[in-house]
């Protein structure tokens, strides 16, 4: 079975700055997707970023940059130029290539961004 | 498009009661997910849905928790005689008839309180 471990219960920065969250994962298979969700104080999921197990290249979206070790079994989120609106919990995620788009979650990381 | 809904947000139940959570997934999807998220921890899976088929149940408590998904009309999460155990929030994700190549998409969630 695949778990996923978020190490950081709370974490924080200062605004317009940098910070990164931390997650590894356990699993034995070699292709499946990685996710990072965003959950606000209104309890919506949102997508932060998705990776490809497959490709290399690490995924970018704007501010929100991911460092993928596949062979660690690692896959951090880099939060840029740290914005109050980023304050949330965030979800590390995996999802197996064969069980439809069931997702195993981390336990979160909640993030203050301070002013 | 509207997103998937769920109602109610906020559910309050006494114990011994039952609990119907309702989730209608984006148009155009047929795979519904349902996960609970007890307080400070992440989101577990519960159970995964097609049309008129349960496919994975294998998080779902073996009592007193069932689920459908109708040919027509939403998905409903059923907890029968509620504990105060069950308090949490209950999310519903939905994907398209391709889960392997997209993402799910989450619903606002609905909190069951159980008083």
């Known amino acids: 079975a695949q778990t996923v471990t978020q190490s950081q219960p709370e974490m924080s920065v200062q605004e317009a700055e940098t910070v990164t969250l931390s997650c590894t994962y356990d699993?034995?298979?070699?292709?499946?997707?990685l996710f990072w969700y965003k959950q606000p104080p209104s309890r919506q999921m949102i997508l932060v970023i998705r990776q490809e197990a497959y490709k290399q290249q690490n995924a970018t979206e704007n501010r929100f940059s991911v460092n993928f070790q596949k062979a660690a079994k690692s896959f951090s989120l880099k939060i840029s130029d740290s914005q109050l609106g980023d304050a949330a919990m965030y979800f590390c995620?995996?999802?197996?290539?064969?069980?439809?788009?069931?997702?195993?979650f981390g336990e979160g990381t909640q993030l203050t961004v301070n002013p | 498009n509207a997103g998937v809904m769920q109602n109610p947000r906020h559910l309050v139940r006494r114990r011994g009661q039952e609990a119907r959570l309702r989730c209608s997934p984006m148009k155009g999807h047929s795979h519904v997910y349902w996960y609970r998220q007890l307080p400070e921890e992440g989101l577990k899976f519960m159970v995964y849905?097609?049309?008129?088929?349960?496919?994975?149940e294998s998080g779902m408590p073996k009592e007193r928790f069932s689920a459908e998904f109708p040919k027509e009309g939403p998905s409903i999460l059923r907890i029968q005689q509620v504990v105060r155990g069950d308090s949490a929030a209950y999310f519903c994700a939905s994907s398209p008839d391709r889960p392997s190549l997209c993402r799910a998409f989450f619903g606002q969630g609905t909190r069951l309180t159980v008083v």
């Open positions: 699993t034995s298979e070699s292709d499946y997707y």
């Open positions: 849905l097609q049309k008129e088929n349960i496919i994975d």
């Open positions: 995620a995996y999802r197996s290539v064969t069980s439809g788009s069931r997702l195993t």
